[in-house]
């Protein structure tokens, strides 16, 4: 039987761990809480992060990261981005020789701008062939009360992205789709978040539908030019991991992204929304290293540029939407 260890116990590691052990993989949850980690294990409940979902009995849970390795086909990656660096260098000791680098994730590294799967093939050394990514329009309490969703499974080789792919293939409820541009299924991940922000800073404000459409048109034309840059297919981003992300991220409610920047929109500071909200929303700090990045490569990303003034630079919500209207005006299709 497939073997999987998943780690970390969010709303997202959680679900995905779930999937598995209800697709038949013998699945077992890794988080550092001992109470939480207890209590899944004990109740096959995740209050915290899925109340009100019943986890399947055959799912385990520890904090013993080597019994959760051990054995494992798949070591699913479900940390914070910022924090994945340090975390995988803790648990590469135990690392299986030929099990299969998973990543949940949805950043870029600051500092580095290494996308997870790089930063994943440098810390435990392993090759591209070992690295598997899962992106797509994927809010995790909806699928978790088994509402039908669909996602993509990417990896350089395309075998092991067929063997992931049976592994959370779960009908009618989770429909996985595989895609060998690795990085396409990232940046699309990595920078919807920063979108998001985007977009529900102007909801914050008041803003309507026709704002929303326009930062999530023209912030799937910043995607599509940084991924043009550091070779990804375009046609990921017409995809679920790309246009497809972008939409559930973007107007959901349930959007940790989406809800940080309505948040910032209605006039909160920082510091107010960070102590108001408990998950992590990636695009706040992954910003920052995707206009790092962008830059690095020559790509003009206005929305982001933005953002980052907002978030981190002190620009109000009224003068970031000022500057993105007073641009000079382009064609629409330019820079790719």
Same mark, same amino acid.
């Given at each position: 039987?497939?073997?999987?260890?998943?780690?970390?116990?969010?709303?997202?590691?959680?679900?995905?761990?779930?999937?598995?052990?209800?697709?038949?993989?013998?699945?077992?949850?890794?988080?550092?809480?001992?109470?939480?980690?207890?209590?899944? /294990?004990?109740?096959?409940?995740?209050?915290?992060?899925?109340?009100?979902?019943?986890?399947?009995?055959?799912?385990?849970?520890?904090? /013993?990261?080597?019994?959760?390795?051990?054995?494992?086909?798949?070591?699913?990656?479900?940390?914070?981005?910022?924090?994945?660096?340090?975390?995988?260098?803790?648990?590469?000791?135990?690392?299986?020789?030929?099990?299969?680098?998973?990543?949940?994730?949805?950043?870029?590294?600051?500092?580095?701008?290494?996308?997870?799967?790089?930063?994943?093939?440098?810390?435990?050394?392993?090759?591209?062939?070992?690295?598997?990514?899962?992106?797509?329009?994927?809010?995790?309490?909806?699928?978790?009360?088994?509402?039908?969703?669909?996602?993509?499974?990417?990896?350089?080789?395309?075998?092991?992205?067929?063997?992931?792919?049976?592994?959370?293939?779960?009908?009618?409820?989770?429909?996985?789709?595989?895609?060998?541009?690795?990085?396409?299924?990232?940046?699309?991940?990595?920078?919807?978040?920063?979108?998001?922000?985007?977009?529900?800073?102007?909801?914050?404000?008041?803003?309507?539908?026709?704002?929303?459409?326009?930062?999530?048109?023209?912030?799937?034309?910043?995607?599509?030019?940084?991924?043009?840059?550091?070779?990804?297919?375009?046609?990921?981003?017409?995809?679920?991991?790309?246009?497809?992300?972008?939409?559930?991220?973007?107007?959901?409610?349930?959007?940790?992204?989406?809800?940080?920047?309505?948040?910032?929109?209605?006039?909160?500071?920082?510091?107010?929304?960070?102590?108001?909200?408990?998950?992590?929303?990636?695009?706040?700090?992954?910003?920052?290293?995707?206009?790092?990045?962008?830059?690095?490569?020559?790509?003009?990303?206005?929305?982001?540029?933005?953002?980052?003034?907002?978030?981190?630079?002190?620009?109000?919500?009224?003068?970031?939407?000022?500057?993105?209207?007073?641009?000079?005006?382009?064609?629409?299709?330019?820079?790719?």
């Amino acid at each position: 039987m497939t073997k999987a260890a998943v780690f970390g116990t969010g709303s997202w590691g959680t679900t995905f761990a779930m999937i598995l052990a209800e697709a038949g993989t013998r699945t077992t949850l890794w988080g550092r809480r001992p109470e939480l980690v207890e209590a899944i /294990d004990r109740t096959h409940t995740n209050l915290d992060y899925l109340p009100g979902v019943a986890l399947p009995p055959s799912l385990r849970a520890t904090t /013993d990261p080597a019994e959760a390795l051990e054995g494992a086909d798949f070591v699913v990656l479900a940390v914070p981005s910022q924090s994945l660096r340090a975390n995988l260098a803790a648990w590469r000791e135990h690392l299986p020789r030929e099990a299969v680098l998973v990543s949940l994730m949805k950043g870029v590294e600051l500092g580095t701008t290494k996308r997870m799967s790089e930063v994943i093939r440098e810390v435990a050394g392993v090759p591209e062939e070992r690295v598997a990514v899962v992106s797509g329009p994927n809010l995790a309490k909806e699928i978790a009360q088994r509402q039908p969703a669909a996602t993509v499974v990417a990896c350089v080789d395309e075998s092991v992205a067929a063997r992931l792919q049976e592994a959370c293939h779960l009908p009618p409820w989770f429909r996985p789709y595989t895609n060998p541009d690795v990085v396409g299924v990232e940046l699309g991940g990595a920078v919807k978040n920063v979108i998001a922000l985007a977009v529900g800073v102007s909801v914050g404000m008041g803003m309507g539908d026709n704002v929303s459409a326009m930062l999530m048109t023209r912030g799937l034309a910043e995607i599509s030019r940084l991924g043009a840059a550091l070779g990804a297919d375009p046609h990921t981003f017409a995809g679920l991991a790309g246009m497809g992300d972008l939409v559930a991220t973007c107007t959901s409610p349930l959007s940790r992204n989406r809800t940080f920047g309505e948040r910032l929109g209605r006039g909160m500071t920082l510091a107010e929304v960070i102590a108001a909200t408990r998950q992590t929303a990636e695009g706040v700090k992954s910003c920052e290293s995707v206009l790092e990045l962008a830059r690095k490569h020559d790509v003009e990303m206005p929305i982001t540029e933005v953002v980052v003034g907002v978030v981190h630079d002190g620009m109000s919500p009224t003068e970031a939407g000022m500057l993105l209207m007073s641009r000079s005006p382009k064609p629409e299709r330019y820079g790719v």
